[in-house]
């Protein structure tokens, strides 16, 4: 421990403290723009300045260590003054439209600016040069706001493993981007959004849709169908002012209809119905010598991401679609059928805790009929802007359920927004039928969590099922080269391409840096679904009634050769 | 011209990078003999005795760099030469790799006998592509004698040097941007905690010098450091190689002893300032330095003197300006300078370089407003107060020390 004082504040910390957590364990708090803990310790935006005695000049806390003895002042004249130039010249520059920036809700440079009271910029000199690029389906990137803080950067390195974002140029002229100024599509970019969770101000963010969904509500020609992930419940309330982790199932599914969609159904449903197919895959797999280990499909981001990086493992992927593809396939056929409405006319909008799902939505293989499987895709941030627009109060909705026929779930549906949860799922019920019981064991806990990578063997009906669970594409890659090199041997493995899984996916409402410096985003909001799985009678995808009637009245049974037509998918080797 | 000296640059122009045996005629790599015979602390003693200072701008004590690189326990460690010589008006280290090449590899040698390290690098920038070439040319010939290599000269010391080159960026002279380079990042400083003497080169203990640095000890260790000490005037211990440009007669690289007056540089030794008169003012040291005015021209050139003053030896460099200059016009150039040469990470220096050489090119214009230079005085103190590295702290210091000595000028500029 280490003695210290704060403000004339007596404080002991650990060793391994930066003046930064020192002083926010003392009760002061220091604005930061750029830290990260362990990702982006730069140092770069001196926001977060302190005077120490002794010290010539003033420091960074966020990367200055703590010493015994140390006299720290965090709200003198002096680091008032120069915080709030450097701050009024991260503004000279910025592109300063904040009446029409996505970000300005929640902007930390806005509100940095507002906390230290600057009211006015005297001076306006020139503005680097800008470059915009929203050619992607997935992602904006606005030099124009960027401050260079480098968390993208950081992000798209440390914590993805990828590195398509650098920084260019020097001094005045840097910007962060693809090397070349390449367009993000060019690029071997998975659209993962983590950089776009972390951007602390308006320079990266999602291509919108929500205009597109609007007018489709709009068209009286339109029938329009709106599913929902597992994750959006787990984070939508937050944008509503409620706490990180609260569900909020029934009011989202009121709220959807409130909205004016024909349709509220649950993706749910179609996670359920990718355990049928994905779960028989694997027993097909594993009894007929087939290519194992088998890997999980979902994640749009961890597809793109092996279509880039590792080639050899194409064979492995699952051939299921995601399971929002599955349902916007079925919907423009077994449900149109049963309604007796044209598919043409059919809308399909999928609300994502994901913005690759934009661009998975967009693969010219996503289609049945030339009718694509879904036509939008919007994130829970979109889908809560929309709820504002309409002018809902979502707090005092009643809570509501989703429509029939496609939208009962299970228990493992539900926790398919959390890393494992897929893998788990597919336990519950590969474990059933391979023993042909109805097993009491439901919970698998060995594959929950937020290690990095998480394993178990499963012993059931005289077989032992080796499986492994990872997310995040950098963990993904080196478990990947573990299982090429033979050091690792598993029959399955589920990846999701954001750490955390879906829940912590780039279209979740984005949380400021202080308090993701101290809430695992991860943990709470994979909570919420763990609850909701528990409060479910039915816990078990292969129990849902809904599915097995689709089976029983369309598609005859799992991996059926019109499941196939519909469900299944094949890839693509992409080149860096 | 007699105000000169000839120890650093003794051997300048006798000999060219083949004829390594010239040098060792001329008396080269005695000074690697001597410390070999007489052991790492015999050099550190020497080095401190001759209060050698360090030759890259900071002016550190060299015993206690040293000191402390020999002391690291670690079992490698690297000694490096930086010479990334990117300060505008200076181009000693030029010369002295260029006309004395084997004095340069005799002291880095010596450098890691001394400190324990068995690999040694020459940063070059980008810029002198032939003198890296004529570099690995003496590395390979002074290895030849075993001069490096293994056992160098019957003992059990080891040492090698290799030559690496920059991708040009003034701020990689700063010595984390140096390592980042040098590790294939893009060349920008790092937080200076742990620093390169802890964590540098591929994470090891690291100690680097100015080029100039391992010429004086070579020239120590040659020569003894009373003969080194003794080149110096009025007390003072020393010569120091000096670039001189600018508005001067007869520019070019000097050793000039510790203790000559600013005047005598000038006049003396550069014979003068083209125009007739005295000169205005000069800037010594580096971009980064202060402006030393006319009234101030008869310090004596020395670490303490300057210092009391708020001048700096820095570099060496020396760039005159005679009475055609206007101080505002000049002020551009310096911040145009750093503008050009911020590497973008932190704030104040990014944005900070970018505004101050708009508001002074105003002021070149005759159009600033007082809010203008009030906002000036205040970016520079955020700069000078909260930049991440050296050049953002100092890129003011020349034009703040402008307005102390020639403020009624400069306001002339101000719009009323």
């Known amino acids: ?576 | 011209m007699n105000k000169t000296r000839r120890l650093i640059s003794e051997y300048f122009d006798k000999y060219t990078v083949t004829e390594i045996d010239k040098y060792i005629d001329l008396g080269g790599f005695s000074g690697l003999k001597k410390a070999l015979k007489e052991g790492p602390d015999f050099v550190i003693d020497s080095i401190q005795k001759a209060e050698l200072r360090g030759r890259g701008g900071a002016a550190f004590p060299c015993f206690k760099k040293w000191t402390s690189a020999k002391n690291r326990p670690e079992p490698v460690k690297y000694v490096l030469v930086n010479a990334d010589e990117g300060e505008p008006g200076t181009f000693k280290d030029r010369d002295l790799l260029a006309k004395d090449p084997y004095r340069i590899i005799e002291g880095l040698i010596i450098a890691g006998y001394t400190t324990g390290a068995k690999e040694g690098y020459i940063y070059i920038r980008e810029e002198y592509d032939d003198i890296r070439r004529q570099m690995n040319e003496a590395i390979a010939l002074a290895k030849s004698r075993n001069f490096l290599g293994n056992n160098i000269l019957g003992t059990d010391f080891s040492f090698s040097i290799k030559a690496y080159t920059g991708a040009g960026a003034y701020v990689c002279g700063e010595n984390t941007a140096l390592i980042e380079s040098m590790h294939g990042n893009v060349g920008r400083p790092r937080v200076k905690t742990p620093r390169v003497g802890e964590r540098g080169l591929f994470d090891k203990p690291t100690m680097v010098n100015n080029v100039e640095t391992y010429a004086c000890v070579a020239a120590i260790m040659n020569h003894g450091w009373e003969a080194y000490a003794n080149q110096g005037l009025n007390g003072h211990k020393g010569t120091k190689m000096i670039s001189l440009c600018g508005n001067i007669m007869r520019p070019g690289v000097y050793e000039v002893p510790f203790g000559i007056t600013v005047k005598e540089i000038i006049e003396e030794i550069g014979g003068g300032t083209r125009d007739l008169s005295l000169g205005k003012f000069i800037q010594s040291g580096g971009a980064s330095c202060a402006l030393i005015p006319y009234t101030h021209f008869d310090t004596p050139y020395t670490y303490d003197d300057f210092k009391k003053k708020g001048f700096d030896i820095g570099s060496g460099s020396i760039v005159v300006a005679n009475g055609n200059v206007r101080v505002v016009d000049y002020l551009s150039s310096v911040s145009g300078f750093f503008e050009h040469e911020s590497c973008g990470k932190c704030t104040p220096c990014r944005e900070g370089t970018k505004r101050m050489h708009e508001i002074i090119d105003d002021l070149c214009l005759n159009r600033a407003s007082d809010q203008q230079v009030n906002r000036l005085f205040e970016i520079a103190d955020s700069m000078m107060d909260s930049s991440l590295c050296g050049l953002g702290q100092t890129a003011p210091t020349a034009t703040l020390s402008a307005f102390k000595h020639f403020k009624e000028e400069i306001m002339e500029s101000v719009t009323k």
């Open chain 1, 1 to 576: 421990m280490v003695k210290l004082t704060i403000n004339n504040t007596p404080v002991e910390v650990p060793k391994s403290y930066s003046v930064l957590e020192a002083c926010r364990e003392a009760g002061f708090d220091v604005p930061t723009l750029c830290f990260m803990k362990e990702i982006n310790e730069v140092g770069a935006c001196r926001v977060c300045l302190v005077e120490i005695e002794g010290e010539k000049r003033l420091e960074a806390s966020c990367v200055t260590p703590v010493k015994d003895g140390m006299v720290v002042k965090t709200n003198t004249k002096r680091v008032r003054d120069r915080v709030r130039t450097n701050v009024e010249l991260l503004l000279e520059n910025h592109n300063r439209e904040c009446t029409t920036c996505p970000r300005s809700r929640n902007c930390e440079l806005l509100n940095l600016a507002e906390t230290l009271g600057i009211e006015e910029l005297q001076f306006q000199g020139a503005k680097r040069e800008r470059y915009y690029d929203d050619f992607s389906h997935s992602i904006v990137r606005d030099s124009s706001k960027c401050i260079l803080c480098g968390k993208c950067v950081s992000t798209c390195k440390k914590v993805q493993g990828i590195g398509i974002l650098g920084f260019q140029n020097r001094g005045y002229n840097s910007n962060v981007g693809p090397a070349f100024q390449a367009k993000m599509s060019d690029t071997d970019c998975v659209f993962c959004g983590q950089c776009v969770n972390v951007c602390p101000v308006g320079a990266l963010t999602e291509k919108q849709d929500m205009h597109r969904v609007w007018d489709a509500i709009e068209d009286p020609e339109k029938y329009v169908v709106v599913q929902t992930a597992p994750a959006v419940r787990a984070a939508l309330g937050e944008e509503f002012g409620n706490e990180i982790g609260t569900r909020t199932t029934g009011k989202m599914a009121a709220a959807l209809r409130r909205l004016g969609f024909n349709n509220v159904f649950d993706t749910n449903f179609a996670a359920d119905l990718t355990i049928m197919e994905e779960g028989h895959e694997l027993l097909h797999r594993i009894q007929n010598n087939g290519v194992l280990p088998m890997i999980t499909s979902c994640s749009p981001g961890w597809i793109r991401y092996c279509e880039f990086n590792h080639h050899d493992f194409l064979p492995n992927l699952s051939s299921c679609k995601s399971p929002h593809q599955m349902f916007g396939a079925l919907v423009k056929t077994y449900y149109a059928d049963k309604i007796k409405v044209d598919p043409k006319k059919m809308f399909v909008v999928s609300v994502m805790p994901c913005i690759s799902k934009k661009t998975e939505a967009a693969r010219p293989e996503m289609e049945q009929e030339h009718l694509r499987d879904v036509d939008a895709v919007i994130t829970t941030r979109e889908l809560a802007k929309m709820i504002k627009q309409a002018g809902i109060n979502f707090n005092h909705l009643p809570d509501e359920s989703f429509d029939k026929i496609m939208g009962e779930y299970t228990g493992a549906g539900v926790i398919f927004g959390a890393t494992g949860g897929v893998m788990e799922a597919a336990i519950r019920t590969v474990a059933d039928v391979l023993t042909g019981e109805d097993l009491e064991t439901i919970e698998y806990h060995a594959v929950r969590g937020t290690d990095d990578i998480k394993e178990a063997t499963i012993h059931v009906a005289g077989l032992d099922i080796n499986v492994a669970v990872v997310h995040g594409t950098k963990p993904a890659g080196q478990l990947l080269e573990l299982v090429r090199k033979g050091e690792k041997n598993y029959h399955f493995i589920e990846v999701m391409g954001c750490p955390g899984g879906c829940v912590n996916g780039g279209g979740q409402p984005q949380v400021p840096q202080k308090i993701r410096d101290t809430v695992d985003l991860k943990v709470e909001r994979a909570k919420a679904l763990y609850e909701e799985d528990q409060l479910m009678t039915l816990r078990k995808s292969h129990k849902n009634e809904e599915v097995k009637k689709l089976y029983d009245e369309f598609l005859g049974k799992p991996n059926s050769h019109k499941a196939h037509h519909l469900l299944h998918t094949h890839y693509t080797k992409r080149f860096k």
